[in-house]
C-alpha cells in the first residue's frame, strides 16, 4: 500500500460526459502527478500541483483540468469525454517538488472506460 | 528531446532463470534521473530503484541488480534466480533536472512472464 488513494477505481461513462477523479496524496506529500496510462500512447504525465499551485504540465488536453485543494488532495476532472479518453489514470505523490529526492508514489489508478 | 526505450516488448523465461531487462535513453540533460518501476497484474505501480546521472555504481537489492552506463545510456535492470511472482510489466523512466525533475517520461514497458 503507496499510501495514495485514489477513487473510483473503475468508471464507465458515455461519449460526452464529464467525471471527476480523485486524489489523496500520502501523508505530509505536498506534490500531486497526475498520469495516464493508454494502449496506444503508454504512460504520459499529465500535470503537478505543489502545494496547491500547478508546478508542471505534460500532454494535458484542454477539455482536461485538475486542481489541488488546501486540504492537498487533488481532483482530475475530464470533460466532453471522447472514446480514446478511456485509460488508467494514475495519481502519484513526493514530498518535494520534483524527482531529485525521494520516490515517487503511485495510487492503484481510476480505470476510465468511455462507451 | 528525452525517450525512453525499451525495446524488449515482452520476454517469458522459465522459473529461476536469470533475466535482463533493456533500457536506453535519449536526454541532452547532464544531470537527470532514472528510474524503473513495476507493474504487477493489480495494476499499481511500484518504485523500485532511482539513480541519479552522477551516480554510475552497479546496484544490488536481493536478486535484483542494476546496470547503469552512460556511454551506451543504458540503464539495465536483471532479475537472478526469477520466480513467478517477478511476473510483471516493467517500466524504465527518465527525469531531467533541467525540467525541474517533474515530469517522468516512461518506456513503453516490457511484459514480462516467469513460468513455473
Known sequence: DSGVTQTPKHLITATGQRVTLRCSPRSGDLSVYWYQQSLDQGLQFLIQYYNGEERAKGNILERFSAQQFPDLHSELNLSSLELGDSALYFCASSYRGSHTTGELFFGEGSRLTVL | ?116
Open chain 2, 1 to 116: 528531446a528525452q525517450k525512453v526505450t525499451q525495446a524488449q516488448t515482452e520476454i517469458s523465461v522459465v522459473e529461476k532463470e536469470d533475466v535482463t531487462l533493456d533500457c536506453v535513453y535519449e536526454t541532452r540533460d547532464t544531470t537527470y534521473y532514472l528510474f524503473w518501476y513495476k507493474q504487477p497484474p493489480s495494476g499499481e505501480l511500484v518504485f523500485l530503484i532511482r539513480r541519479n546521472s552522477f551516480d554510475e555504481q552497479n546496484e544490488i537489492s536481493g536478486r535484483y541488480s542494476w546496470n547503469f552506463q552512460k556511454s551506451t545510456s543504458s540503464f539495465n535492470f536483471t532479475i537472478t534466480a526469477s520466480q513467478v511472482v517477478d511476473s510483471a510489466v516493467y517500466f524504465c523512466a527518465l527525469s531531467e533536472a533541467n525540467q525541474g525533475a517533474q515530469k517522468l517520461v516512461f518506456g513503453q514497458g516490457t511484459r514480462l512472464t516467469i513460468n513455473p
